[in-house]
């Protein structure tokens, strides 16, 4: 059985998460996937993992739904619906998807996952274990993490950048 | 009370609405939303099964897998705008020169 806030942040997180995809303006696409986001903050928070549902908040809606929005502001393209999306490929990928829902449906349905279920009033897991873990045990990963971090934007910075213009403003 | 299974399943619907969107859409943008999607959704998966035993691991994981798909977004929109830039449309189907 699931309560009613389970339902709500259902609704809200795949009804979101279908605009994403099927919305006509892209600025709205993006928006929704924004609050698809915070769906999975939600759902965080019902599983006692606050940290991470604010993790997640901090950098998703804070960082990458503003990053994509300002993309779709710069690349703003007259034609979000195109003539390469046909009615076939559609309805291919209507088929593939509701396979592999099936597909997976089932098998949680009828495996042992079914039967799992969550310990009642076990300890919860605090904030300060996944701090002490990811300064001892996980601390080559976090630094690995932040030199990928740092190379990525600094890629994405060279990627960016536009060189005919620094030619001309050079040569003037 | 919710059980692991209703994590599972949501989690595999938005996987399916995620591949949907990859094979339908032609748009790159979308195509970063649906990958953000399925990204997400095991995200949800690793978070449910580290409550379920009560195990801290998975939700360090989850923490860096979060920071990974911030990185790869910012690669993945500075790609778009430069695409952009040089073919004038985000639709993947124009972009022929990148093929061979």
Redesign the interface.
């Known amino acids: ?3 009613a806030v ?1 339902v709500g942040l ?1 609704i809200l ?2 009804g979101s ?2 605009i ?2 099927e919305s006509r303006e ?1 600025l709205y ?2 928006i929704a ?1 924004a609050i ?2 915070l769906g ?1 903050a939600g ?2 928070l ?4 606050p ?2 549902a604010m ?2 908040i901090t ?2 809606v804070g ?2 739904a503003v ?2 929005i300002f ?2 502001m ?2 703003r ?1 007259p ?2 619906i ?1 003539q ?2 046909t009615k076939k ?2 309805i ?3 088929i ?3 396979g ?2 099936a597909l ?2 089932t098998l ?2 009828n495996s042992v ?2 039967q ?5 009033n ?4 605090d904030i300060k ?2 701090g002490k ?2 300064l001892t045990y ?1 601390s080559p ?1 976090l630094i690995a ?1 932040a030199l ?2 740092a190379g ?2 600094i ?3 060279a ?2 950048r ?1 060189e005919d213009i620094e030619e001309k403003n050079e040569s003037t | 009370m919710n059980q692991p299974s209703d994590f599972l399943i949501i989690s595999v619907i938005l996987i399916s609405i995620g591949i949907y969107g990859l094979v339908v859409k032609r748009n790159a943008l979308r195509l970063i939303f649906s990958i953000e999607l399925i990204a997400n959704a095991v995200n949800l998966t690793l978070v449910a099964f580290s409550r379920m035993v009560s195990n801290p691991q998975g939700q360090i994981f989850v923490l860096f897998s979060i920071a990974i798909s911030a990185a790869e977004v910012a690669v993945g929109l500075g790609i778009i705008v430069i695409a952009y830039r040089f073919y004038k449309d985000i639709d993947i189907t124009e972009y022929k020169n990148l093929k061979n």
Do not use: C, H, P
């Open positions: 059985m699931v309560d389970f259902s997180t795949i998460a279908i994403t995809l892209l696409g993006g996937l698809s986001m999975i759902y965080f019902i599983l006692d993992a940290f991470v993790f997640q950098v998703y960082a990458v990053l994509i993309t779709v710069l690349v393209s034609n979000t195109t390469r999306e490929r559609k291919a990928g209507i593939i998807s509701l592999f829902l997976f449906g949680i349905g996952t079914s799992f279920s969550f310990a009642n076990s300890n919860v897991v274990e996944i873990k990811l996980y990963v993490l990928t971090l990525s934007i890629g994405a910075l990627l960016a536009r």
